[in-house]
């Protein structure tokens, strides 16, 4: 691995488990100070531990103020500025699939609360912090299932369109700071983490879609993911790039 984001404060929400916990650990391996930020402190910290004394584990509901500016508080007090953010908590592995006409609207807004809120807390308290960087850039993570049209999924699909459109109003209000941001977003990706999402024949046919006939694993997110980070994508902001194995979707 480089240095390509050495002693850069990178705050990764979600990294706890699956794409998050790889994010964390590629970024480390690239010499970042890496903040794994999860609402599961258990495995935030087991997380911390593999990674040893440059990674930092806190405790963190996204989708709520006072726990978001708490976050804020550790990592000013710790590191008093912060050179990059993976908005990558989301609610996903334990997402309820179901027509749309059959949701509720708790289970509405609970994956709003936490996929599109989540990121624009984050990004508002940690601002000061992204100030007090030399070349701060934000990655939220997004999702091609915006243009999959899968069914069971409207809620979830519907938060991550906002990501997108978030992450372009962002990188205009943003600029004048030369603060970037940009949308990784991933087609289906295979983690440790089992879920009910993609059936086996979904993720086939998937595959068999792509021009790169295998599955997609978190290691195909990191290295776009440091080099957003990273001052060689200095001109790169407000932009959604795919990483899917060249599915058409557009
Ligand atoms: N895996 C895929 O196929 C895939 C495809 C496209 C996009 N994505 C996106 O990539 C990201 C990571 O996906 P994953 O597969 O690792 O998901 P995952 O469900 O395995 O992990 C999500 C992590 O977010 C944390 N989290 C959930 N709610 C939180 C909250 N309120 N505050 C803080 N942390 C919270 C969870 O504890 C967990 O550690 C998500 O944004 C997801 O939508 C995943």
Do not use: C
């Not at 890496?34 to 258990?42: K, Q, W």
């Not at 059959?102 to 912090?129: C, S």
């Amino acid at each position: 691995m480089g240095t390509r984001v050495q002693d850069k404060v990178v705050v990764v929400t979600g990294a706890a488990q699956g794409i998050g916990r790889a994010f964390a650990h590629r970024l480390a391996g690239e010499g970042a100070r890496v903040v794994v930020a999860d609402l599961n402190g258990e495995k935030a910290a087991a997380v911390a531990a593999e990674i040893g004394p440059s990674a930092l584990a806190v405790v963190v509901d996204v989708s709520k103020d006072e726990s978001v500016d708490a976050l804020g508080s550790v990592v000013g007090d710790t590191y008093g500025r912060v050179d990059g953010i993976i908005n990558n908590a989301a609610i996903f592995s334990t997402i309820q699939m179901k027509p749309f006409w059959e949701l509720t609207t708790a289970e509405w807004d609970v994956v709003q609360t936490v996929n599109l809120r989540g990121p624009f807390l984050i990004v508002k308290a940690l601002l000061p912090l992204l100030k007090a960087s030399s070349a701060a850039s934000i990655v939220n993570i997004g999702s091609d299932a915006v243009w999959e049209g899968r069914g069971g999924y409207l809620h979830y699909t519907a938060s991550k369109a906002g990501v997108q459109g978030m992450t372009f109003g962002m990188s205009h209000e943003l600029g004048e700071f030369d603060i970037r941001v940009n949308t990784i977003s991933p087609a289906a990706t295979q983690t440790e983490v089992p879920r009910a999402t993609v059936s086996p024949a979904q993720l086939e046919a998937m595959i068999a879609a792509r021009a790169l006939h295998r599955v997609a694993t978190p290691e195909d997110l990191t290295s776009l993911a440091v080099f957003l980070l990273s001052e060689e994508s200095v001109f790169i902001t407000g932009q959604t790039i795919s990483v899917n194995g060249g599915k058409l979707h557009r």
